[in-house]
Every structure is written in structure tokens, then in C-alpha cells.
């Protein structure tokens, strides 16, 4: 099967958000395979119009109001948008204090805008295709965090485990919850959730407010799947063949005796094959496989000197910072190899960061995220690509773009970049050695960064080992981190 990335929790002007739909979903085919974007629906058991509360109920009010008006156009623009660049679903978001936050994603262009009281009515009462799928779940129980005690995986077969709110895994994951909706709670981490025996599948999104599907950084869905169509794609979301990625794009393969992760399948034998391979897109910091969420394999040690025999390398380019804050920079890249061949180049590319929009300025601001950030060519031996970036909000938090280019070659293979005209060539032997940059400006400027060079004995890992089982409900995950601080989550193998 391939892996194909994508984002069905993200948001625009089409309710409270920024950003015209066009846009968002522009944004989304420069970069993404698949996506859905999600407009705010509903709040059945919304707090009472109070003197304390108005402000919260009547925001949110106009923003279900907004997108009631203006469903059938959102809905055509959604169906218009799925092509063989772009796989679109539709989907809206039911906010909830008794559940849990939930949207509904179906493939479907007839989906219909209704209005129910619970997750499972949304699912049975659509008359489509759908299935629902629990997001920032960490958050206080009753206060928009997820309710085990009702979660049902025939409606909501997926979790949402990480995006701009931040990771819910476990009490202790990185990026803990700091949106002024409060913090995580570790009774509704996703932990918890399969320690009470629930069967769900992982994914990430970004739960962008400013029309920028997929955007670096927020959290990212990968899938297995057969193509790149619907109906593909689908099938993947409804048998959980899915991931979590924090950022890059790690490539994840796991499977117990054959099965691969979403997988439910019957206890038969104590003895099972574990197998395991992760690409990474920067040295690999650990990688744990899970039973039961103890860990029964830890690898580490990837950071070593690389191996001479070493043929693949990989090469992050990153542009960005400067003072400009209100208008776009634009980057116009290129890179050529020598003596080599170019394998890939995997974007990393963010649109301006907002998780949620101000209750007092609303307006859509259509062209926010107008940002043309895309990979215009990839080939044998060159590639061209373009970036758009504003400064960064802090030294916390990014606002650069980056690619990450795979090459094939040896040390001596020379790669010469072109960033706004300005020309360097190094070869792998020198970037294996040290990255370097520069500025565009004299003072307070844009700069480009070109990372130290890694080479696949740091960046890729195999294997297969054996376990002997304890029961017939176990349950295998797996989690990597990079050295970058990024993250892939794995779903489970079930056992019944």
C-alpha cells in the first residue's frame, strides 16, 4: 500500500475563522494529497446566555449561523475541488460539553447540514456515508474533552491525538495543551482511552483557523491506502490504516503477524512477528513498540556516525525570518545534484498561525492565507520550488518554510543551491560536516538555512522480532521521535 498525508480537521471563513475557501483549499493541493475543511456547526449543550457568557454564545451562534446560510456553496466548492491533484471530503464540527468536540467527515458530496445532539444521531441521521472523529480530546471532561464512558468506535473509529491544541497521548507526551481552553487532563488522554478497552484508529490535523490545510508543524494524517482517490482513501479512514505526525512526514510501517496497524484481529498464537521500518526526515531520536503501553522494544543509538556505505542522504533547505510581519517574503529556490540523483523533496510549508480567531474581529480576510507556497518542479537531478514567509511570533514559535530534499549519491556528490539568486554549492561531504546560511539584507533580515546533511543509517531502521503474547486483548503501537523534536503515533494492532 502507499502512504498519502492529509488534514480533515482545519477551518476558514466559512464560520469563525479566516480566509476564503478557495484559498484554503489551493493551499491544500500545493501540498497535501487529501484533505476536508471543516466548518463550525453546532454546540447542542452550549452554556446559557448569561451576563458571563454572552460574549462565548453569541461568537459562536454567528459562526453556525454563517455556515447555515452558506452550506450549499461550501458543500460545491468542496465537490468541485476533488480531483486527482486534490481528494476533498466533507465535513462540519459539532462542539460538545457532554462528548467531547467531534466532526463529521464523509465522502459523500450529498452530505446534508443537520442538527442533532449527540455524535452517533450526526452519524445515523446524515444519510450518507460518514463517521465521526473525536478531536482535541485532552481537555477537562465536561469541558469539551472527550467522554470514554460514552465513546463508541462504530461512530467515532478515529482520535484525533495531536494538533495546534497540542498532544494528547499521555499526560506526559510533548506539546502539552496551552490554548486558553485550559490544559490536559490526563483522564482523557488516548492512553486512558485503550486502557478502558477502546479500539480507535490515530490521527493528526491541524485545527487551523486561517485557511491553511496541513500547515507545518500543527499535526498531520497519514493513511495506507491502494490510490489516491476517494474511495481509497475512505476505505483507509474506516478500517483505521492511519497515523499521527507532529510535522514531517515520517514514513511509518507496522504490522503484527502480517497485520498491519488498525488492524482487529483474533487471538490465535502466543507467538507473534513484530515488524517495524520508519523513514524519518532527521536523525531518529527512539523509537518504542508498545504492548499493552508497556514498552517491550526501544531503539536508540541512531544518532551514531554514519555508515560508509551510506548512499542516500537527506538535506533540509529553510527560509524565512525578517521583520515582516504584515507582508509576504518570497523565496525562489533551486537546487541541482551532481554526480547523483535526487529521490524526493518532501514540503514543509506553514500558512500564518492561528488556532483560534478573536471573538472581537471576525472578519473573513479572504486573503490571509493567500499564500503561494508550492514545488513547482522535481526531476531526476534538479529541483524548483517557491516559499512564502512572514517573521516568526516568537523564538518559539516559526513562522519559516522548508523542503527536505532525499538525494542518492556518494560524499562527493556536489548539490548547488540558488535561493534569490543568491548561488552556493556543497558536497555531501561538506553538509554531512556542517549546514550553513545566510541573509538576504544587511539587518533584521530574511535569511535561508541550509541543516546539516544526514545519511539513511540515521534517518531509516528495519526489523522484525518476535513476542510472545499474553492475551487475547493486547494491543501494539509504535512511536517515534526525531531529533527535531517531531513525532509519529502509530495505531495499534488489536487483538479480540
Known amino acids: 500500500m502507499n502512504i498519502y498525508w492529509g488534514d480533515i480537521h482545519n477551518h476558514c471563513g466559512i464560520t469563525y475563522g479566516y480566509g476564503s475557501l478557495k484559498n484554503a483549499l489551493t493551499a491544500a493541493a500545493n501540498h497535501l494529497d487529501f484533505c476536508a475543511v471543516t466548518g463550525h456547526a453546532m454546540w447542542p449543550d452550549m452554556h446559557e446566555r448569561t451576563k458571563d457568557t454572552a460574549f462565548v454564545v453569541d461568537f459562536h451562534n454567528r459562526g453556525f449561523q454563517k455556515l447555515r446560510d452558506h452550506w450549499p456553496e461550501v458543500n460545491g466548492l468542496m465537490a468541485a475541488a476533488n480531483s486527482d491533484r486534490l481528494v476533498t471530503f466533507q465535513a462540519y464540527e459539532m462542539h460538545s460539553s457532554h462528548y467531547g468536540d467531534h466532526h463529521l467527515v464523509s465522502p459523500d458530496d450529498s452530505l446534508p447540514l443537520i442538527y ?5 444521531e450526526l452519524k445515523e441521521d446524515c444519510g450518507c456515508r460518514s463517521l465521526t472523529v473525536a478531536h482535541h480530546i485532552g481537555y477537562t471532561p465536561g469541558y469539551r474533552g472527550i467522554n470514554w ?6 461512530v467515532t473509529p478515529l482520535v484525533e491525538v495531536c494538533s495546534k491544541h497540542g498532544c494528547a497521548m499521555s499526560e506526559t507526551a510533548a ?3 496551552y490554548h486558553n481552553m485550559g490544559p490536559r487532563d490526563s483522564r482523557n488522554t488516548v492512553y486512558e482511552g485503550l486502557k478502558k478497552g477502546h479500539r480507535f484508529g490515530f490521527v493528526g490535523s491541524t485545527d487551523h483557523h486561517a485557511g491553511y490545510p496541513g500547515s507545518y508543524g500543527d499535526g498531520k494524517l497519514a493513511v495506507l491506502a491502494e490510490k489516491k482517490d476517494r474511495e481509497s482513501i475512505w476505505d483507509a ?3 483505521r490504516r492511519t497515523y499521527a505526525v507532529t510535522g514531517d512526514r515520517i514514513r511509518c510501517a507496522f504490522d503484527v503477524n502480517g497485520a498491519v496497524m488498525g488492524s482487529i484481529v ?8 513484530i515488524h517495524y521500518a520508519v523513514e524519518a526526515c532527521y536523525p531518529i531520536d527512539k523509537i518504542v513498540i508498545y504492548r499493552n503501553l508497556e514498552p517491550i522494544r526501544i531503539v536508540e543509538g541512531l544518532l551514531l556516525k554514519p555508515k560508509a556505505a551510506d548512499r542516500r542522504y537527506k538535506v533540509r533547505v529553510e527560509t524565512g525570518w525578517g521583520n515582516n510581519s504584515d507582508s509576504l517574503y ?5 537546487a541541482d545534484i551532481e554526480n547523483g540523483r535526487l529521490l524526493g523533496i518532501e514540503p514543509c510549508f ?6 483560534a480567531p478573536s471573538a472581537e474581529d471576525n472578519t473573513s480576510q479572504d486573503d490571509i492565507n493567500q499564500i503561494d507556497s508550492q514545488i513547482l518542479h522535481c526531476g531526476e537531478t534538479d529541483a ?3 516559499c512564502e514567509t512572514v517573521k516568526n511570533l516568537s523564538t518559539l514559535h516559526p513562522q519559516t518554510c522548508a523542503v527536505v530534499l532525499e538525494i542518492e549519491g556518494t560524499p562527493d556528490t556536489k548539490v548547488r543551491f540558488s535561493i534569490n539568486g543568491q548561488e552556493t554549492c556543497r558536497t555531501v561531504r561538506e553538509l554531512m560536516a556542517a549546514g550553513c546560511s545566510a541573509q538576504m539584507k544587511p539587518y533584521h533580515s530574511q535569511a535561508y538555512k541550509i541543516h546539516t546533511a544526514i545519511s539513511a543509517s540515521q534517518y531509516m531502521v528495519e526489523d522484525t522480532f518476535m513476542d510472545t503474547a499474553e492475551g487475547p486483548r493486547d494491543y501494539y503501537h509504535m512511536e517515534v521521535s526525531q531529533q527535531n523534536g517531531h513525532w509519529a503515533y502509530v495505531t495499534p494492532v488489536y487483538f479480540q
Open 116 to 120: 442533532r445532539d449527540s455524535p452517533r
Open 149 to 154: 464512558e460514552e465513546y463508541d468506535e462504530t
Open 175 to 177: 506539546y502539552p495543551y
Open 237 to 239: 479512514l474506516v478500517n
Open 266 to 273: 483474533n487471538h490465535s498464537s502466543a507467538a507473534r512477528e
Open 330 to 334: 518570497r523565496f525562489d529556490c533551486s
Open 350 to 355: 506553514r500558512g500564518r498561525s492561528v488556532l
Open 384 to 386: 524548483v520550488w517557491q
